[in-house]
Structure formats: structure tokens, C-alpha cells
């Protein structure tokens, strides 16, 4: 079992940036794809981005196109989320996500594909 350990929230005015990291347990990271949800108080929980492991492709939700980019680091087994152009709305915990159990495709853009996710860490975006 793969364990998901976020680090990099915290405070930023709006306009400013920040660069969330993704830290994966094991010698290998055993998912297809890791994601980025976010998820603010009485909101479902989004998947704002997502990289596949092997291709580096990426997708990113509408309302962060433009603004943040998602990368991987294969050899240390670390996701990235670099947040650029933060807005207020952008406030909420954001958590690490990846697939443990077996599946077929690597539907990584869709947010029932995550099975597995880290603690969270909270960004706050003051205007």
C-alpha cells in the first residue's frame, strides 16, 4: 500500500504562487497516473489535475487551465503541483491522490479512478 504524503500549503496573498509536492512510499511508484484533489468546506471533492506516470501527459479542471501545472519526478517518486495567479476561490485542503487496486484504463482524468489519497495540506489565499 502506497503511502501519499503532502507538503507546501499555506498562507499566500492572491496573485502570488505556490508549489505543492507529493511524496510517494516504496522504491517504485506502483500507480498509472497521481492526482490533485482539492476540497473546501461543504464542497464535494475536485480533481484539479493529473499527470500519467510513464507519459507525462496531464489534465487540468477549467477552473485552473492556464494557472497550474502539474509535473513528476520519476527517480524520487514526487508529484508536483505548481500554483501560479491564486485566487481566494482557490481556498481549500488539497490531497494527493493515487490508484492501488487493479483497473484496466488509466481514466486518471476522472475523479472515481482514485482509490488512495495523502493527509491533505491546506492553502489559503488572502485578498
Known amino acids: 500500500q502506497v503511502q501519499l504524503v503532502e507538503s507546501g500549503g499555506g498562507l499566500v496573498q492572491a496573485g502570488g504562487s505556490r508549489r505543492l509536492s507529493c511524496a510517494a512510499s516504496g522504491r517504485t511508484f506502483s500507480s498509472c497516473a497521481m492526482g490533485w484533489f482539492r476540497q473546501a468546506p461543504g464542497k464535494e471533492r475536485e480533481l484539479v489535475a493529473s499527470?500519467?506516470?510513464?507519459?507525462?501527459?496531464?489534465y487540468y479542471a477549467d477552473s485552473v487551465k492556464g494557472r497550474f501545472t502539474m509535473s513528476r519526478d520519476n527517480a524520487e517518486n514526487t508529484g508536483y503541483l505548481q500554483m501560479n495567479n491564486l485566487k481566494p476561490e482557490d481556498t481549500a485542503v488539497y490531497f494527493c491522490?493515487?490508484?492501488?487496486?487493479?483497473?484496466?484504463?488509466?481514466?486518471?482524468?476522472?475523479?472515481?479512478?482514485?482509490?488512495?489519497w495523502g493527509q491533505g495540506t491546506q492553502v489559503t489565499v488572502s485578498s
Open positions: 491522490a493515487a490508484r492501488t487496486t487493479p483497473i484496466i484504463s488509466c481514466r486518471h482524468y476522472r475523479k472515481d479512478f482514485y482509490d488512495n
Open positions: 499527470i500519467a506516470w510513464s507519459s507525462g501527459n496531464t
